[in-house]
């Protein structure tokens, strides 16, 4: 990676929405994509990526938890420079503001997602970086 590259993890546990990639490379993205979050995980352990697009899928029947996206936010919380931008079900925002709430998303976006919404979030990040 040089000093100019960009890093972007997609983290797709479900899907179903469209393949983002072709955008994350126009915008200037070196595109990593991981499909389970224990990987995504482990991935963060060795690279510190400026940008992760991950998906909030609430789990009822977690514990202590509401989704796997509670762990890779706390340990993004150790990585200052990553912005999270989240997908989530409109019918779980509740549940997903309670995480919001203790833990940093940059951007959240819900389904089904807009392409172009997504492009300004990531504009977003780019501009504040370059502030």
Do not use: W
């Amino acid at each position: 990676m040089t000093d100019e590259s960009r890093l972007l993890l997609s983290i797709i546990e479900l899907g179903g929405y469209p393949d983002f990639r072709p955008l994350y490379e126009a915008l200037g993205y070196e595109v990593a994509v991981e499909t389970r979050m224990r990987k995504a995980i482990a991935f963060l352990k060795r690279r510190s990526p400026d940008v992760i697009v991950a998906e909030f899928n609430f789990q009822s029947d977690f514990r202590d938890r509401t989704s796997s996206l509670e762990s890779l936010l706390a340990v993004v919380q150790r990585l200052p420079h990553t912005r999270v931008i989240v997908f989530y079900e409109k019918e779980f925002s509740s549940q997903f503001d309670k995480l919001r709430a203790r833990l940093p998303v940059h951007e959240a976006i819900s389904f089904p997602v807009d392409e172009q919404v997504l492009r300004t979030g990531l504009r977003a990040i780019e501009k504040t970086r370059a502030e």
